[in-house]
């Protein structure tokens, strides 16, 4: 398996696997409510015209999160979606 990264490292149409967060308090919190919990599968859906927020589909959902949010999303790249 590749070396683990941040979930604003991935490109637009890959996939991780959520490993944890980088963060507690009130944005971990965020963070675990919007779906971004350890064993979750995402994928990097795209940016904003001007590249900042990014999209990520998490447990079906799609969420909108800026780079510095998703670089607290500590992930595993996968070559694809996880079945």
């Known amino acids: 398996m590749q070396e683990e990264s941040s979930l604003a490292a991935l490109s637009s ?3 991780g696997l959520v490993e944890g967060l980088a ?3 009130a944005m ?3 963070l675990r409510d919007l779906g971004f919990l350890p064993g979750a599968s995402v994928e990097a859906l795209g940016k904003s015209p001007l590249g900042d927020p990014c999209a990520y589909r998490v ?5 909108a999160l800026r780079r510095r949010d998703a670089a607290l999303v500590r992930v595993h790249p996968l070559e694809g ?3």
């Not at 447990?59 to 969420?63: E, H």
Request: glycine share 30%.
């Open 13 to 15: 149409g890959s996939y």
């Open 23 to 25: 963060v507690g308090g």
């Open 28 to 30: 971990g919190c965020r």
């Open 59 to 63: 447990r079906g959902t799609v969420i």
């Open 81 to 83: 979606p996880l079945i």
